[in-house]
């Protein structure tokens, strides 16, 4: 699976962004997805998953309630909604997808479950 992940650029504090992952050449049916990000000088952490169902999501506490996300009917696209953005959202974000979902309503938090990475897209936020 080939991810490529979109929708980054330069927004002012309080603006808001979509971020997509398209998967070439094969569908994301049933598979679990999930974004991570990496700010200047920090480590890669979890920021949102959506279950291969699509029924099921899970945020990380420091988006909560700022982000949504989603996938398509078709399921070849995923998409994270980030509103009211702040400057610490700023980072590269990476969409991952994992294969091997306990179920079709899992959803995977952790990086080292994920199997295949898309290049990241850059998010800046100014203050």
């Known amino acids: 699976v080939q991810l490529q992940a979109s929708g980054g650029g330069l927004v002012q504090a309080g603006g808001s962004l979509r971020l997509s992952c398209a998967a070439s050449g094969r569908t994301f049916s049933g598979y679990a997805v999930a974004w991570f990000r990496q700010g200047p000088g920090k480590e890669r952490e979890f920021v949102a998953t959506?279950?291969?169902?699509?029924?099921?999501?899970y945020f990380a506490d420091s988006v909560k309630g700022r982000s949504t996300i989603s996938r398509d009917n078709s399921k070849t696209t995923v998409y994270l909604q980030m509103n009211s953005l702040k400057p610490e959202d700023t980072a590269v974000y990476y969409c991952a997808v994992d294969t091997r979902p306990a179920h079709s309503h899992a959803l995977v938090t952790v990086s080292d479950a994920m199997d295949y990475w898309g290049k990241g897209t850059q998010v800046t936020v100014s203050s």
């Open positions: 959506i279950s291969g169902s699509g029924i099921r999501t």
